[in-house]
């Protein structure tokens, strides 16, 4: 079983991570999250990593904590969750906003997640709730407010959607989050962000 590798970064394109460890290529899946992270290109590099082997195929998951691999096991544990799934969760929540929407049991927050319906997110709070609150310690925080979660998720949605036009995941972040302010939609962010940059 590979726990972790350290190497030279070759290629960072969403969601694939591509390692030279002493000669050899090591291609890994990662959530959004490690690409903000991630060094130029040429850089040395170690990941913590998740194995999966089936019959059809081996497939290797990057994460740069132990927490989010931890994570990302714990959410694969799930019925009905698979590694595709547990990507886009780690994609769309940071570790402290999952802990928070399961120790909430936030259903709105996962069913927005691509790929997460109703009854898979309320299955997921019911699996994940005692399993998380065991493996992290975490308690019951304070409820955010309305308005924070939603100016967290408008903030995501904005990124990914820059992503998508073809900027690289940390531009992406930091244009977003160099122009966001309190109440602002995902489309303002995205106008602002753009705009933003062209003046770059």
């Known amino acids: 079983m590979i726990a972790w590798l350290k190497g030279e970064l070759l290629d960072k394109r969403p969601p694939s991570i591509l390692l030279d460890v002493n000669g050899v290529g090591y291609e890994l899946d990662a959530p959004l999250n490690v690409f ?31 927490k989010h691999r ?3 096991r714990s959410l694969i544990k799930v019925s009905g969750i698979g590694p595709k799934v547990a ?8 570790a402290d906003e999952l802990l928070s929407c399961v120790a909430h049991e936030d259903v709105a927050t996962l069913v927005a997640v691509p790929g997460i319906g109703k009854k898979t997110a309320q299955r997921l709070l019911v699996e994940l709730k005692d399993r998380l609150e065991r493996e992290f310690g975490t308690a019951r925080p304070d409820a ?4 924070a979660s939603g100016a967290v998720s408008n903030e995501r949605d904005a990124i990914e959607a820059l992503i998508t036009l073809g900027y690289k995941p940390a531009d992406a972040s930091g244009a977003v989050r160099a122009v966001a302010e309190p109440d602002m939609t995902s489309e303002a ?12």
């Open 36 to 66: 903000y992270e991630l060094p130029d290109l040429g850089s040395q590099v170690q990941l913590y990593v998740h194995m999966v082997v089936r019959e059809d195929a081996q497939k290797l998951y990057g994460f740069v904590s132990l």
């Open 70 to 72: 931890d994570l990302f």
């Open 87 to 94: 990507l886009a969760i780690l994609s769309s929540l940071t």
């Open 144 to 147: 955010p407010s309305g308005n």
């Open 189 to 200: 962010l995205i106008r602002a962000a753009l705009k933003n940059m062209a003046r770059a």
